[in-house]
């Protein structure tokens, strides 16, 4: 009993040291409210391997087989900050705005109609789509909203913002780091293609409210690549992902986080556009998640981009 507890200290002070500690000298470039945070973060990371280190003992599992590997990549997703009621009458009335954000920022006040967006009215033919279109709106799109407020009729005009997530990487227990580093080689072969002018990406958070939930790219074409990494450019032509889903829809009950199970994805990536991917929530099969039958991976928007510059 007492090796196992050792063995179990040693692997959770090793790889909280690989995780926090060559990353110190870093933290002092950051502000103090950050440097506290970090480690109130540090201690809650502890507190919860030694409890599924607990977990996995009195489960019966060896404690020196244990490996959890989370990786999350970077996200940045629009901060709207609107709660919006329908209206019939007078299009979609604000119930209220969210402190901090793109709403507030435009100075958009509870009580006020949105009437149109981008110029076309939501009670005009081809409203529904264009509110549709709002739900799938990114950061970096210029969006122009018609309001009328207490009679008056107003145009705002702005640049949507988002809110920036890092990405991270956990491992729990111990791995060989040469796998990860294989996928950073391919990264850069790829992306130092000469026509490398298309992109796939999951930066951009999809929207929830459609049951699109972010995924992670884990191969591309057989090839393992940084699960942490948001975007890749690539050559134009077909490419296979095999993707994994992050959904944390309340609807679905899952026992672990390690049964998730990847799927594939065939993109055909064309030069200087984006394809932005998704998890689909299917709704109707979450009772039985073990069958890997509640979700699909989705390109739920493309973006066309500048002319590609190398």
């Known amino acids: 009993m007492k090796k196992i507890m050792k063995n179990m200290k040693l692997v959770i002070s090793l790889v909280l040291f690989v995780l926090i500690g060559p990353n110190q000298a870093m933290a002092l470039q950051t ?22 280190a607990k977990a996995e ?5 060896n404690i ?12 940045l997703s629009p901060n709207l900050g609107l709660v919006l009621e329908p209206n019939d009458n ?17 100075k958009i006040q509870q009580g006020d109609h949105i009437v149109s967006i981008n110029e076309v009215g939501l009670k005009m033919e081809g409203g529904r789509e264009v509110l549709n279109e709002l739900q799938d709106i990114t950061p970096g799109d210029s969006i122009t909203l018609g309001l009328e407020r207490k009679g008056e009729r107003l145009e ?35 992306e130092l293609s000469e026509d490398a002018c298309g992109t796939v990406s999951v930066l951009f958070r999809p929207p929830e409210t459609k049951r699109l939930y972010s995924l992670i790219i884990t191969h ?14 690539l050559a134009p032509g077909k490419y296979t992902l095999r993707v994994q889903e992050q959904i944390d829809d309340p609807l679905l009950k899952r026992r672990r986080v390690v049964s998730q199970r990847p799927k594939l994805l065939e ?3 064309k030069a200087n556009q984006t394809y932005y991917l998704a998890a689909k929530f299917i709704t109707e099969k979450r009772l039985r998640p073990q069958t890997n039958e509640f979700w699909e991976p989705v390109v739920w928007k ?9």
Do not use: W
């Open 156 to 190: 705002i005009t702005s640049v949507v913002n988002g809110e920036y997530l890092p990405a991270f990487r956990l491992e729990v227990g111990q791995a060989e780091l040469s796998k990860e580093l294989d996928g950073s080689s391919l990264s850069n072969e790829l």
């Open 220 to 233: 591309i074409n057989d090839r393992k690549v940084l699960s942490s990494k948001a975007k890749y450019r």
């Open 64 to 75: 020196e087989d244990l490996y959890i590997e989370i990786a999350i990549p970077a996200s």
């Open 90 to 106: 007078k299009g979609l009335k604000v119930l209220s705005i969210s402190p901090g954000s793109f709403a507030e920022h435009l």
């Open 302 to 310: 493309v973006k066309e981009d500048s002319a590609c510059k190398l």
């Open 57 to 61: 003992q009195e489960a019966g599992s």
């Open 267 to 269: 993109v055909e990536v």
């Open 31 to 52: 502000s103090e409210e950050s440097k506290a945070l970090m480690d109130d973060l540090l201690t809650n990371i502890k507190q919860t391997l030694l409890a599924v």
